[in-house]
């Protein structure tokens, strides 16, 4: 069974621009989170999908969003790029819905730069 | 509030030598337990998870962990390292409290192998 997959693996923006990251969840998954990754601020959770309504969400501004489509897929956005977005971008996703209790099988992760 | 520590950054052990990584969470109840690795340029891997039952847990790649809840503790050990085991692993928490879910990862270990 494939695992997560996120494209695009590598992408560099400039401030002010916006970028849309895309995320396939392993097949039969029906929910998908998504992690910000960086050195300082280490592993924050951003926000998690389930029938594709946005279940939960972390502690980010209004320019992070996403969505989830019909067959689990899953997008988000970041508009107005800051130069503190740059980072590793998770996502994860999960047979069921359920942070606390459900295993995350995580994708490789999109690395943002903005300069 | 809920927290998740691993008090140590950076951990150097000798090849074939006995790991312990620690990882201690602050939480009124028992939480969901894991633990994941992040090798280079990589998204993270499920080593092993705690729910309920037997507090040591075997998980992948020769590593267990073992719940103590008097010390709010889940020690991820390997007896004896393998190069290939460097890489940074978290701890991370699961909480549902009154409907609130959250997944709270510690900052991470990173673990040196020296020959």
């Known amino acids: 069974k494939a695992g997560v997959t996120q494209t695009p693996r590598y992408l560099i923006k400039t401030r002010g621009q916006q970028v849309t990251l895309s995320c396939s969840p392993i097949s039969g998954h029906r929910s998908v989170s998504w992690y910000q990754q960086t050195p300082g601020q280490g592993l924050q959770f951003l926000f998690e999908y389930f029938s594709e309504t946005q279940r939960n969400k972390g502690n980010f501004p209004g320019r992070f969003s996403g969505r989830q489509f019909s067959n689990s897929r899953s997008e988000m956005n970041v508009s107005t790029l800051e130069l503190g977005d740059s980072a590793l971008y998770l996502c994860a996703s999960s047979l069921n819905p359920g942070l606390a209790e459900e295993t995350q099988y995580f994708g490789p992760g999109t690395r943002l730069l903005v300069l | 509030a809920q927290s998740v520590t691993q008090p140590d950054i950076h951990i150097t052990v000798s090849e074939g030598a006995s790991l312990e990584l620690r990882c201690n969470y602050s939480?009124?109840?028992?939480?969901?337990l894991f633990w994941y690795v992040q090798s280079p340029g990589q998204g993270l891997q499920l080593l092993l998870k705690?729910?309920?039952?037997?507090?040591l847990v075997q998980g992948i790649k020769g590593f267990e962990a073992e719940f103590k809840r008097s010390q709010s503790s889940f020690n991820l050990r390997k007896p004896s390292v393998h190069w290939s085991d460097a890489a940074e692993y978290f701890c991370a928490v699961g909480f549902a409290d009154f409907g609130n879910e959250k997944l709270t990862f510690g900052t991470g270990t990173r673990l040196t192998i020296i020959p």
């Open positions: 939480y009124g109840a028992t939480p969901y």
């Open positions: 705690y729910f309920s039952g037997d507090t």
